[in-house]
């Protein structure tokens, strides 16, 4: 059993900037392929960045610049910082976690963290 939990939402000022956190932790041999989603009222779940596990970074358009994705593959833990926060990046943010484990490779959900963008 794997489990991702993320941290580090919240309310913030347009302009302002948060840091998420995922950790992974359980059963496994590694982490492979990391990603931050997030999934706003009414809308499907998007892609907001994703890392592989040798550093290749993939970024939604709306985010690039803003940010920025980051791991730590000896302590299993992801980041997700965001600057010059936007109202429309207001969403519920998931970490999704590619595990593997002596042949077997699976992906993995958080609960989610809110983060919420408002004047």
């Known amino acids: 059993q794997v489990h991702v939990v993320e941290s580090g939402g919240g309310f913030v000022q347009p302009g302002g900037s948060l840091r998420l956190s995922c950790a992974a932790s359980?059963?496994?041999?590694?982490?492979?392929?990391v990603g931050w989603y997030r999934q706003a009222p009414g809308k499907q779940r998007e892609l907001v960045a994703r890392?592989?596990?040798?550093?290749?970074?993939d970024y939604a358009d709306s985010v690039k610049g803003r940010f920025s994705i980051s791991r730590d593959n000896a302590k299993n833990m992801v980041w997700l910082q965001m600057n010059s926060l936007d109202p429309e990046d207001t969403a519920v943010y998931y970490c999704?976690?590619?595990?593997?484990?002596?042949?077997?490779?699976?992906?993995?959900w958080g609960q989610g963290t809110q983060v919420t963008v408002s004047s």
């Open positions: 359980g059963s496994f041999d590694l982490i492979n392929t």
């Open positions: 890392m592989t596990r040798g550093g290749g970074i």
């Open positions: 999704e976690v590619y595990a593997e484990s002596r042949g077997w490779l699976r992906e993995f």
